[in-house]
């Protein structure tokens, strides 16, 4: 009787030994699976982030200009979203690393925007737009040079607040 209680137990624990194989190997069919379908999924390039980045760029200069505080605060933000995607994404980019260095002048561009400051905007975008090609230069990309706008990204984006 106790060799088959006992064999019965050992019965027992290879099935059981058995379904967790075949369990672990269904969760890791599973991983490799979604492994191969995150792999073709679109992600921007840095180039991609960095186009987003240069038009709020330019929106931003006219807002602030315009004294549309709210269109202004909402463009600074998009450029710090970008940023922090840069950051996410591009990880294996050492160019994501640089931008970093935009943060003080954003804090800059950041402060005026709260204060309604239309001459501490224009200093503080000088100083953003300055970072933005310095930061170009670190990363050997100084073949692209970011200049304050003459003209709007956008022709049907009315950037006067409506006082």
Wanted: hydrophobic share 35%; net charge negative.
């Amino acid at each position: 009787m106790k060799k088959s209680t006992l064999l019965s137990c050992f019965i027992a624990l290879l099935a059981s030994c058995n379904q967790q194989t075949n369990s672990t190997y269904q969760l890791q069919s599973q991983i490799d699976s979604l492994k191969q379908r995150l792999s073709k999924a679109y992600k921007p390039g840095l180039g991609e982030f960095m186009a987003g980045i240069q038009v709020h760029h330019a929106k931003l200069w006219f807002a602030g200009n315009a004294e549309n505080w709210k269109l202004a605060d909402f463009e600074i933000h998009e450029i710090m979203e970008a940023i922090d995607d840069i950051q996410q994404y591009e990880v294996e980019r050492s160019e994501s690393k640089e931008v970093a260095m935009l943060l003080p002048a954003i804090d800059s561009v950041n402060h005026a925007i709260e204060q309604k400051n239309v001459t501490e905007f224009k200093s503080s975008y000088i100083f953003l737009t300055n970072t933005c090609n310095n930061c170009h230069k670190a990363v050997n990309y100084d073949f692209n040079l970011i200049k304050i706008p003459d003209t709007p990204p956008y022709s049907n984006q009315v950037f006067k607040s409506e006082k």
